[in-house]
């Protein structure tokens, strides 16, 4: 499936589902330290969604031939969102 036709087949999210980003480390100190906004481009960025995926997924670029080996992934909820940052 590809994905614009995942964007208009589904373009509904459940306030439960999980949204995943990679962040570069360097911008992370510790992994038990909250994540830095600075560490996340806001408010445009890409996303995946766990409905589609595994987290780890978002650290392979494939159009590119890219793996991000020493990047991380974060994760949030849909709902912590506010809705008028929806587009």
């Not at 830095?36 to 766990?50: F, H, I, N, T």
């Amino acid at each position: 499936m590809k994905h614009e036709e995942r964007d208009g087949e589904y373009p509904h999210f459940d306030p439960d589902e999980f949204l995943f980003r990679r962040v570069p480390l360097v911008l992370w100190p510790s992994a038990d330290d909250p994540v830095e906004v600075d560490a996340v481009q806001l408010p445009d960025m890409s996303v995946g969604r766990s409905r589609f995926g595994h987290p780890e997924w978002v650290r392979f670029d494939v159009g590119n031939n890219v793996h991000f080996e020493d990047w991380g992934v974060i994760g949030f909820r849909v709902r912590s969102i506010h809705p008028r940052l929806w587009v």
